[in-house]
T-cell receptor, first 112, second 109 residues
Framework: SAVISQKPSRDICQRGTSLTIQCQVDSQVTMMFWYRQQPGQSLTLIATANQGSEATYESGFVIDKFPISRPNLTFSTLTVSNMSPEDSSIYLC?????????FGPGTRLLVL | KQEVTQIPAALSVPEGENLVLNCSFTDSAIYNLQWFRQDPGKGLTSLLL?????REQTSGRLNASLDKSSGRSTLYIAASQPGDSATYLCAVSDDKIIFGKGTRLHILP
């Protein structure tokens, strides 16, 4: 198993600003992922964070809006850029293998 | 395209009752199915994971079953307690993890 921590746990941001969310894993993992859970909706995969290369984005998500870094096997960041109220969601990081993932506690974001 | 549906969307039951949450999926070619618990404003806690070759898993008062051929899973909670109140998410894994929208469970004291 793996223990995942995220920072910040929550934030309130102004429209037009950007927020970077950090995800730390307590052991080296092959894969890391970022999810979004909009109010009342199921979790949706944003992208797979690849170590040392560009992230792989799912349909509907682009690098300009959600730049992702993964400098090593235990750490990743997700930036939510030029935020609007529609970006208000819980953002979750997960790690592990594609078919078995461990989830972080999430970051609750409110954009005013 | 894999779709996961959970019924009911919300459920309220008196404390002590046994209950069943349902999950269905459209494509039976999955690696596994997981049930998660999500408390308000929190991340996910994995409850049970059933591999595609398995039919059920048990942990304490929880029992999850998997019928791949019919594309269904159930989460059975025995002797429910107020602390069981949460949203329960079902997720299937093929080349990615696909989540249902969850069932909001409220146990009435």
């Amino acid at each position: 198993s793996a223990v995942i921590s995220q920072k910040p746990s929550r934030d309130i941001c102004q429209r037009g600003t950007s927020l970077t969310i950090q995800c730390q894993v307590d052991s080296q993992v092959t894969m890391m992922f970022w999810y979004r859970q909009q109010p009342g909706q199921s979790l949706t995969l944003i992208a797979t964070a690849n170590q040392g290369s560009e992230a792989t984005y799912e349909s509907g998500f682009v690098i300009d809006k959600f730049p992702i870094s993964r400098p090593n096997l235990t750490f990743s960041t997700l930036t939510v850029s030029n935020m609007s109220p529609e970006d208000s969601s819980i953002y979750l990081c997960s790690a592990g293998r594609q078919e078995t993932q461990y989830f972080g506690p999430g970051t609750r974001l409110l954009v005013l | 395209k894999q779709e996961v549906t959970q019924i009911p969307a919300a459920l309220s039951v008196p404390e002590g009752e046994n209950l069943v949450l349902n999950c269905s999926f459209t494509d039976s070619a999955i690696y596994n199915l997981q049930w998660f618990r999500q408390d308000p404003g929190k991340g996910l806690t994995s409850l049970l994971l059933i591999q595609s070759s398995q039919r059920e898993q048990t942990s304490g008062r929880l029992n999850a079953s998997l019928d791949k051929s019919s594309g269904r899973s159930t989460l059975y909670i025995a002797a429910s307690q107020p602390g069981d109140s949460a949203t329960y998410l079902c997720a299937v894994s093929d080349d990615k993890i696909i989540f249902g929208k969850g069932t909001r469970l409220h146990i009435l004291p």
